[in-house]
């Protein structure tokens, strides 16, 4: 059991029987009655965020969560499969379960999928990836500098990120899987 003065961001509980993970709290003393606990919580499942109100003291289940590392290996039919990389167990993603991550996945790529319950529930990619830019602008006018601007350039995975003037077709570059945002270019 999680009590309420063990709250902090990032603490995944179980509420109402769904998973949810703490995004932000505030305990507050009231005049004469006891304190209480304002928290926003993510629906791990269905990613809508809850405001709830807890009396401090109130206990909370743990979540029966389990994360394995999994290698993602093909796109077939809609889905995506992963294999468990310990039993070599294959299974099948739709797109609604990868959200926006599935514009970073690439082949033979290790991620950590989140398990309630064996239903699995979300993917957490590497914080950064190394891909190559398919199609972009090319470079060579006026402001083509690096610190200067950016354009738009295609990845390979089909996700679209900006970069800065000196970046080509081909270039492989590194991007932050948490913001889509270029980090830099890979020598």
């Excluded at 610190?147 to 080509?168: D, Q, R, W």
């Amino acid at each position: 059991m999680i009590s309420t003065s063990d709250f902090r961001k990032g603490l995944k509980v179980e509420f109402k029987g769904e998973p949810c993970e703490i995004v932000d709290f505030q305990h507050v003393k009231m005049g004469r009655g006891g304190a209480i606990v304002r928290t926003k919580m993510k629906n791990l499942k269905t990613g809508a965020v809850l405001e709830e109100t807890f009396r401090s003291g109130e206990k909370l289940e743990r979540p029966g969560l389990e994360e394995k590392s999994m290698q993602y290996l093909y796109t077939q039919d809609g889905h995506y499969y992963f294999m468990d990389m310990e039993t070599y167990e294959q299974i099948p993603l739709n797109p609604s379960q990868l959200g926006e991550t599935r514009n970073f996945l690439k082949e033979n790529m290790t991620v950590k999928i989140l398990y309630h319950k064996d239903m699995p529930i979300s993917v957490e990619l590497p914080t950064f990836v190394e891909l190559a830019v398919a199609k972009t602008d090319p470079a060579g006018f006026r402001g083509d500098t690096a610190s200067g601007g950016g354009k738009p350039a295609t990845l390979e995975t089909g996700a679209v990120v900006k970069v800065p003037f000196h970046i080509n077709e081909g270039d492989i570059i590194k991007v932050d899987t948490r913001t889509s945002e270029y980090i830099e270019r890979v020598k």
